[in-house]
T-cell receptor, first 111, second 112 residues
Framework: RKEVEQDPGPFNVPEGATVAFNCTYS??????FFWYRQDCRKEPKLLMS???SGNEDGRFTAQLNRASQYISLLIRDSKLSDSATYLC????????????FGKGTRLSVIA | GAGVSQTPSNKVTEKGKYVELRCDPI?????LYWYRQSLGQGPEFLIY????????DSGLPNDRFFAVRPEGSVSTLKIQRTERGDSAVYLC??????????FGPGTRLTVL
């Protein structure tokens, strides 16, 4: 089983749609959780950290369920500029540690 | 301020050759990470430095891969006897303590 598994995608949605990405992770020792965004031929950039209480940043909402080892990202009112690959990421172990990435889910927002 | 920089941006080499990839982290960042990203995959961890020492090199695929960070700043990833399967984008990231990792633009390595 891969350490981080994501929806395979791609997701093609119209502007204004709400889209949800799901992710599961296998290492119960992971302490930090993130969603990164990666544009084509660019480096990954942190979109948001994910906390147990859930957190929201504008149109983006992230949720974490430690018991189920499940992470989600919800994007409301999709914009064309949201088109990118979204990477689910956990840390390898506690503290200052390397990151373990999912394969990524590609989102295309269509006018 | 300046972000993480990597050189070269692209490297084309022949099978069997030696290559060096350089990473300049954000000034003051103590932790430096190397990852490798193949087409259609997420980045995969290679090695992590805390200061000058390699804190975790468990991701290096074999002994052809080696990395150094002699002064705790710039790092060089070295690949000996390159193989076609080494072709990928090599990403470097740095962080201050356990804070967010910031990635450089990567070096696209092509082994012919």
């Amino acid at each position: 089983r891969k350490e981080v598994e994501q929806d395979p995608g791609p997701f093609n949605v119209p502007e204004g749609a709400t889209v949800a990405f799901n992710c599961t992770y296998s290492n119960s020792a992971s302490q930090s959780f993130f969603w990164y965004r990666q544009d084509c031929r660019k480096e990954p950039k942190l979109l948001m950290s994910v906390y147990s209480s859930g957190n929201e940043d504008g149109r983006f909402t992230a949720q974490l369920n430690r018991a189920s080892q499940y992470i989600s990202l919800l994007i409301r009112d999709s914009k064309l500029s949201d088109s990118a690959t979204y990477l689910c990421v956990v840390n390898k172990y506690s503290g200052n540690t390397p990151l373990v990435f999912g394969k990524g889910t590609r989102l295309s927002v269509i006018a | 301020g300046a972000g993480v920089s990597q050189t070269p941006s692209n490297k084309v080499t022949e099978k069997g050759k030696y290559v060096e990839l350089r990473c300049d982290p954000i000034s003051g960042h103590t932790a430096l990470y190397w990852y490798r990203q193949s087409l259609g995959q997420g980045p995969e961890f290679l090695i992590y430095f805390q200061g000058t020492g390699a804190a975790d090199d468990s991701g290096l695929p074999n002994d052809r891969f080696f990395a150094v960070r002699p002064e705790g700043s710039v790092s060089t990833l070295k690949i000996q006897r390159t193989e076609r399967g080494d072709s990928a984008v090599y990403l470097c990231a740095s962080s201050l303590g356990s804070d967010t990792q910031y990635f450089g633009p990567g070096t696209r390595l092509t082994v012919l």
